[in-house]
């Protein structure tokens, strides 16, 4: 493995794409630290120590997407979330908006005005969730009720809109940061980008865990870990391969197809797109709830309670069972966007394809349909029984704010890790090496 490593970084080319991402991913990460404009960065650190930081629902994926930024209200506060949730609304749009299918169909060129959408929307979620993540800071909901003193040094309209502003255009340089990523490095930009995100919170999370819980605790905190990721390893490169037949045919004097090959459909098809929908949405009671104070005679109505004595607690067990039928229901409503038998099942027949036994057609649609189905079942159980760690962590515990293995940022963590490494050993082997892996 090392050996493998050192080749790499003795290839010219191969070097220059690996010391660039790097270079990028350092620049992310150091603009995390950077506070924007009139944050009291004192204060920030002062409320930060004293532990009470809201990050529940959707503030808890933008703090763990933004590798902690959120919390320090830095000029990268927002993320990588924005563009993820542009992207998603953007393939969610395919299935209301023909224009967008269309698009996506046309190849190259429809998908690249996709993607410019994809960033028009992206800026414009930065500006509402800036302006929404100052509005929550202001009232001191972000850092909890025992939070001294203000975090903002000035409070004027302009000051705020400067805030809003920088934060938005540190969206705009982290979209752009990660594809440069994407075309001149290695691997996903944006995966990267959120991959070094997670990360770079593993060894603060460990240390606390080492001086609250002891380090027999912490032991046995990596132990849980290490087969958590090999259990994740496992099923994420589990597939269905059903074998697939080519018919030869002549072109001229050629002769094409009469090879067998195989269309590989995964256990987790998904990624972590539901378990992202599925916290969101749980966050909406909540945040509702937040804009319905109490009455003039001080009383709060009992819905409002209601919804925060059971949707706003991770060791609910309320909570844990919507969370979970929720992931299964995105799961399923997510693959079925995704993969389209029908279309599969045409470009199949088109070039002379079918799966032995079945034949072409509304049959090998409705085959695939079925074994979709079928393998979507024990995927999404997964997604939910992985994502329901940190909230088990929370109840048995009480260390869900250091436990570091949580089913979302496993999930990232393998998936990107994995991804990468493939990437680079396609580009050791096309120089006759063996790669990583062997």
Not at 235 to 243: A, L, M
Not at 313 to 325: A, I, S
Request: hydrophobic share 50%.
């Amino acid at each position: 493995m090392f050996s493998a490593i050192k080749r790499a970084f003795t290839t010219p080319d191969l070097r220059n794409k690996l010391l660039f991402t790097l270079a990028i991913v350092a620049i992310y990460r150091l603009g995390s630290f950077i506070p924007a404009p009139f944050v009291n960065y004192a204060n920030v650190q002062q409320c930060l120590k004293a532990g009470n930081a809201s990050t529940s629902g959707i503030y808890e994926l933008v703090n763990l997407f933004s590798g902690g930024a959120l919390l320090q209200l830095s000029i990268f506060a927002l993320g990588i979330m924005p563009y993820i949730t542009a992207s998603i609304i953007t393939q969610l749009l395919r299935v209301v908006i023909p224009r967008f299918e269309t698009l996506y169909k046309e190849g190259q060129a429809g998908q690249a005005k996709l993607t410019q959408y994809t960033r028009y929307l992206t800026i414009a979620l930065g500006l509402l969730q800036s302006t929404t993540l100052i509005a929550v800071a202001r009232q001191g909901a972000l850092f909890g009720s025992n939070c001294a003193g203000n975090v903002f040094s000035d409070n004027s309209w302009w000051a705020i809109s400067l805030m809003v502003i920088t934060m938005t255009a540190g969206t705009g340089m982290i979209m752009w940061l990660a594809e440069l990523v994407t075309e001149k490095g290695i691997g996903n930009g944006m995966s990267l980008l959120i991959f070094a995100s997670i990360a770079a919170r593993f060894p603060a999370s460990l240390g606390s865990i080492a001086q609250t819980k002891g380090v027999e605790t912490l032991l046995g905190v990596i132990a849980i870990g290490v087969v958590i990721v090999l259990l994740v390893i496992l099923v994420e490169q589990s597939q269905r391969r059903i074998p697939v037949q080519y018919a030869k045919r002549m072109v001229g004097k050629r002769t094409y197809g009469g090879q067998a090959t195989y269309l590989p459909i995964k256990v987790n098809m998904a990624g972590v797109v539901p378990v992202i929908f599925a916290s969101s949405l749980l966050y909406l009671p909540g945040l509702i709830a937040q804009f319905n104070g109490p009455d003039k005679t001080g009383k709060i109505a009992d819905w409002v309670i209601w919804i925060n004595n059971n949707l706003t607690k991770g060791d609910h067990p309320l909570y844990m069972l919507m969370y979970f039928l929720l992931i299964i229901a995105f799961t399923y409503f997510y693959v079925s966007i995704t993969f389209n038998p029908e279309e599969v099942s045409e470009n199949m027949k088109q070039y002379g394809g079918f799966i032995p036994g079945i034949r072409a057609g509304r049959p090998t649609t409705e085959y695939l349909e079925y074994v979709l189905s079928r393998i979507t079942l024990p995927g999404s159980l997964y997604l939910g029984l992985v994502a329901l760690i940190p909230l088990v962590a929370l109840s048995l515990l009480n260390a869900n704010q250091d436990f570091p293995f949580g089913g979302t940022s496993i999930l990232i963590i393998v998936g990107v890790g994995l991804e990468t490494v493939k990437q680079i050993s396609a580009q050791m082997q096309q120089r006759n090496y063996e790669g990583l892996l062997k």
